[in-house]
């Protein structure tokens, strides 16, 4: 399994606009790295954005289209 790079998931997520789900991170991972266990790769990136909002890094948006989808906007310092 590959670990989880976390540099290109704060470069994505610092260069992001608007709201973006973890969903939407795992997808611009997997197309960036040619990532094959992209279940793995959800569930990293679902930790990873709640550790983010931890920090206050990230907020989480209003729900957009339904309440199954978590969406977060990147804090710029």
Do not use: W
């Not at 399994?1 to 704060?10: G, I, R, V």
């Not at 992209?38 to 990230?58: D, N, P, R, W």
Request: charged share 20%; net charge negative.
């Amino acid at each position: 399994m590959q670990p989880f790079d976390t540099q290109s998931a704060m470069y994505i997520i610092s260069h992001s606009t608007g709201g973006f789900s973890y969903d939407t991170l795992a997808r611009a991972l997997i197309s960036k790295d040619n990532i094959l266990n992209s279940e793995h790769l959800l569930i990293a990136c679902k930790i990873f954005c709640y550790q983010l909002e931890t920090v206050g890094l990230l907020r989480k948006c209003p729900h957009l289209l339904n309440d199954k989808d978590e969406y977060f906007e990147y804090i710029h310092h």
